[in-house]
């Protein structure tokens, strides 16, 4: 079998080679290429580990013939075309976890640089003005942190704070009252901690939502002197106001690690008194960049190896322990899609997946895109796990899951259903033994089949003699049954004749079946 081969195009702590190599995976290191010359070596590799210098455009993705997997060593990812990789079926991973540690202290080092006026002193100091009298700081104890974001990084920072005596007041739309209680926070929304923080620091991605969340008529509403500390994204502080703001008194100072435009060379802000900023050094600790360079080759190594996806922004995740039990009913869940893609040609727009019993245990989501992979491939033929979600997003399908807890005829089950012109349409499939796939229910008929190769599927009225002309007009073609499958609603009632085939059927033969007595439909289909 041939190994996986990895470029990894920025520099990197050298023993993220060693993990990849120690996994099963061919790795380069070739660093500090143009754009045109990553381009023309890309189509060779399967998985590109980056840091921020490389920037992953359309133009790569379109070189890149063979990418599965990128992976970011770090947690921004605005150099890399999510949109273009997704629909390539480019998985694209990030390392969230990597560097939390060290931004959190970067934001807590900057909060007491502005309480203690840290840098201005030390520059007057050095200076030979020993300036004793001529600063005068301020206590973090007993002040209140507004926090903006109170996920990974949120959280650490929450927990030092707490740990400094001081209150910590939260606003994020998807922390809990639970959670908060957990963190040890008072939850508030966004006006009331703009009202009571001594110290807002923001922890958030940038978003349409969030992006300058502290705007002009947002710093007006702030506690008068409040010192603002962003560590997180360039964007979410409107420079222009935060400037006004300083420069009234609004704001007593500022601490900025990222800038809306990087590298930030310059800004109205620079020069500006009781401001100081640092250039993007949240994530820059020795600890941090093994840490991400190690954590990065791992989960790329188990894409790309095991089947493992972690950290993905444009697929849902699968650990290496989980993908093993998931993939027979990926399996499952990819062929049950194909096979409604292929018979119900209606101009769908939704599609249903069910679970029951055991199945209904597992991971879903990688369940729904199997189901997708399978279906969208009706549209495309370069369609997987990663690209099907987004295409039929693109397409406006709506997806439903659902899960049913209890066991009904079998141990565990899968369904797909869509909604056509002649209403709701369902196939549904178990796995045998806990590995073998196989089709249970088409359309509302009872019928046990394997879904493999070559297949003809015919729908008649039942009635004698009628897989007897079936099979001669197949062996008079030439072709040869592989397999055998019935079922039917009612003895003389519709029927569903399911055959694997050892050969393709050709258009003559399909045309020659549906002038059959009783015939409704026939229909090649291959899996």
Request: overall charge negative.
């Amino acid at each position: 079998m041939t190994k996986p081969r990895v470029l990894i195009s920025d520099k990197m702590d050298p023993n993220a080679a060693k993990i990849f190599a120690e996994r099963g995976c061919d790795v380069d290191v070739i660093t500090d290429k143009s754009p045109e010359e990553l381009a023309a070596i890309i189509g060779d590799y399967d998985g590109l580990a980056i840091r921020s210098s490389t920037k992953v455009t359309k133009a790569i993705l379109d070189a890149a013939t063979n990418l599965k997997v990128i992976g970011r060593a770090g947690i921004g990812v605005d150099n890399v075309d999510i949109p273009n990789a997704s629909a390539k079926g480019v998985v694209v991973m990030n390392t969230p976890f990597g560097n939390s540690i060290t931004t959190a202290e970067h934001a807590i080092a900057l909060m007491f640089a502005l309480a203690r006026q840290l840098p201005e002193a030390n520059a007057q100091t050095q200076a030979g003005l020993w300036p004793k009298n001529g600063f005068m700081g301020i206590e973090v104890t007993g002040k209140t942190l507004g926090l903006i974001g109170a996920g990974n990084i949120g959280s650490i920072v929450a927990s030092r704070a707490l740990g400094l005596r001081m209150k910590v007041v939260a606003f994020d739309p998807f922390l809990t009252a639970e959670r908060a209680i957990e963190m040890g926070v008072e939850k508030a929304d966004l006006d009331t901690l703009l009202a009571k923080a001594d110290f807002i620091t923001l922890h958030t991605p940038l978003t349409d939502q969030t992006r300058n969340i502290l705007s002009k008529e947002n710093l007006a509403k702030t506690k008068k002197g409040v010192r603002i500390i962003n560590c997180a994204r360039g964007g979410l502080v409107d420079e222009a106001a935060l400037k006004e703001a300083l420069d009234s008194g609004q704001v007593g100072g500022a601490a900025l690690d990222v800038f809306a435009t990087e590298p930030a060379k310059e800004s109205p802000l620079f020069g500006t008194p009781n401001f100081i900023c640092t250039p993007h050094l949240g994530a820059s600790t020795n600890e941090a960049q093994v840490n991400v360079a190690l954590q990065v080759a791992e989960q790329m190594a188990d894409y790309l190896v095991n089947g493992g996806v972690t950290n993905a922004l444009n697929m849902p995740s699968l650990s290496a322990e989980e993908a093993p039990k998931l993939k027979p009913y990926m399996t499952l869940a990819q062929k049950l899609g194909s096979l409604v893609g292929q018979l119900a040609h209606d101009n769908l727009d939704n599609i249903a997946i069910e679970v029951e019993g055991a199945a209904a245990e597992l991971n879903i989501k990688p369940i729904t895109a199997a189901v997708l992979s399978g279906f969208m491939r009706r549209f495309s033929d370069a369609v997987n796990m990663v690209n099907a979600p987004f295409l039929a997003k693109e397409r406006g399908f709506d997806i439903r899951e659902v899960r049913h807890d209890k066991a009904g005829a079998y141990h565990t089950l899968v369904r797909v259903t869509v909604n056509t012109a002649q209403g709701p349409r369902s196939v549904a499939g178990t796995l045998f033994a806990n590995s073998e796939a196989r089709l249970v229910e088409i359309f509302g008929i009872s019928l046990e089949a394997e879904l493999e190769g070559s297949m003809l599927y015919i729908v008649n009225e039942d009635a004698p003699g009628f897989i007897g002309r079936v099979g001669t007009a197949l062996g008079e073609a030439g072709l040869n049954i592989g397999t055998f499958h019935l079922g039917r609603r009612s003895a003389g009632g519709e029927a569903v004749l399911l055959l694997s085939m050892d050969a393709a059927i050709p258009e003559a033969v399909l045309k020659q079946l549906a002038s059959l007595p009783g015939v409704k439909t026939v229909k090649a289909l291959k899996f």
